[in-house]
């Protein structure tokens, strides 16, 4: 055995009796040539930490760009689509009696351009119907009916005008108490407004087509509407009854 493996054994502890001891000088040679102890090693820091993962959270979705409020529909405008034939007299007094009803209702053209008898058709006895209801037909006062539509006046002589034109010529000549418009090309029209039939139905106001003319405008269905909503038919009533009252007001 080696010095140098015989001062290993007896730096871990093991004594050898039996081996013969050496001089100083060389158990110093030999524990000087002993490998140096290992570097004691930094113990290694773990990494520090990290808070919890941070939490995501689903944004709203983007709201989308406001847009630009909606137009109120504008009432029509005079004499550029809204045509008007000539008042007929349905019932009551003489032709041009004044003092009556003007009763204002959609009724378009047939396949031919021209306007056919006013009660031929379902939506024009559901028309006479309503009339009689209120006794228009007994000749306690006249009763005339303007016939309203969209188109073309062809200019030709007893062609549809301008509603403008034919109210006002209508207003001066019958004077009429009372004006019942049904529909609402006809209601629009004459209130001058974009609103709905139904806001612009239950109540009396004035003829904005025609300022100056004080005469009272009740707003109601169109009988072929009526026809296709059976459920109306009170309301339209209503209506009816509306305006006998303000005409019944005015003719006192």
Avoid at 169 to 189: N, R
Wanted: charged share 20%; proline share 12%.
């Amino acid at each position: 055995m080696t010095p140098r493996h015989r001062a290993m054994l007896e730096e871990m502890g093991i004594k050898l009796f039996w081996w013969p001891k050496e001089q100083a000088g060389e158990v110093r040679a030999v524990v000087a040539e002993a490998p140096a102890a290992a570097p004691v090693e930094e113990p290694i820091q773990a990494p520090a930490e990290h808070g919890p993962a941070p939490v995501r959270v689903a944004r709203p979705p983007a709201s989308p760009a406001p847009t630009a409020p909606a137009r109120t529909p504008t009432a029509p405008t005079h004499g550029a689509t809204v045509l008007a034939d000539a008042p007929r007299h349905l019932y009551g007094g003489e032709a041009m009696a004044k003092g009556g009803w003007l009763v204002v209702a959609d009724m378009p053209p047939e396949l031919d351009g021209r306007h056919g008898e006013p009660f031929a058709s379902d939506a024009g006895r559901l028309l006479d119907n309503m009339l009689r209801a209120l006794q228009l037909h007994g000749g306690a006062a006249p009763v005339h009916l303007m016939r309203t539509h969209r188109g073309v006046a062809s200019g030709q002589q007893g062609s549809p005008r301008p509603l403008g034109d034919v109210f006002a010529e209508s207003a001066e000549a019958l004077a009429p108490g009372l004006v019942l418009a049904m529909g609402p090309l006809a209601a629009q029209s004459l209130l001058q407004s974009g609103d709905p039939l139904g806001k612009l139905r239950g109540r009396a106001l004035p003829v904005a087509m025609l300022p100056g003319f004080d005469v009272p405008v009740v707003a109601s269905y169109h009988p072929a509407y009526l026809l296709r909503n059976p459920a109306d038919k009170a309301r339209a009533w209503a209506d009816l009854c509306l305006a006998a009252e303000e005409f019944s007001r005015g003719a006192h």
